[in-house]
């Protein structure tokens, strides 16, 4: 099913009802999207762009496909919509990444980490 855009409010509910959550992206920062789909225990597909590849480990927690590559793309969906085992394991894997790599509490330790470092810098000059 293909639902189309979404007010942010419900994107909870349908994370939580889709069985995997393809990245199509041309160009990508850090994708919140993708990290949300993987604290939601869900398998990622996603376009080796940007910063997807730091998110998603290939073959680890979804797949990771060349972008403006639409039967790649669908080649992987397609495999973990067939292999519920793998989907599940995938998905498992994508939620314990996320947790233990993109918490907000873990982005705060290796933000404040590299302030000090920066700053232990600067007082050693």
């Known amino acids: 099913i293909f639902g189309g855009a979404r007010?942010?409010?419900?994107?909870p509910a349908v994370v939580a009802a889709s069985d995997v959550v393809v990245l199509p992206s041309?160009?990508?920062?850090?994708?919140?999207?993708?990290?949300?789909a993987?604290?939601?225990?869900k398998?990622?597909?996603?376009?080796?762009v940007g910063g997807i590849p730091t998110i998603l480990a290939d073959g680890e927690t979804g797949f990771?496909?060349?972008?403006?590559?639409?039967?790649?793309?669908?080649?992987?969906a397609?495999?973990?919509?067939?292999?519920?085992?793998?989907?599940?394991?995938?998905?498992?894997s994508a939620r314990t990444r996320a947790v233990a790599e993109f918490s907000w509490d873990r982005v705060a330790e290796r933000t404040l980490a590299v302030y000090r470092q920066v700053l232990e810098q600067a007082c050693a000059n």
């Not at 007010?7 to 994107?11: G, H, I, V, Y």
């Not at 993987?38 to 225990?41: D, F, L, P």
């Not at 398998?43 to 080796?48: A, D, K, R």
């Open 64 to 76: 990771l496909v060349p972008p403006r590559d639409p039967p790649a793309l669908a080649a992987a």
């Open 7 to 11: 007010a942010p409010a419900d994107m």
């Open 26 to 36: 041309l160009q990508e920062a850090t994708s919140i999207a993708g990290l949300e």
């Open 43 to 48: 398998p990622l597909v996603g376009t080796s």
């Open 38 to 41: 993987m604290a939601s225990g």
């Open 78 to 92: 397609l495999r973990l919509l067939a292999d519920a085992p793998l989907r599940r394991r995938l998905g498992a």
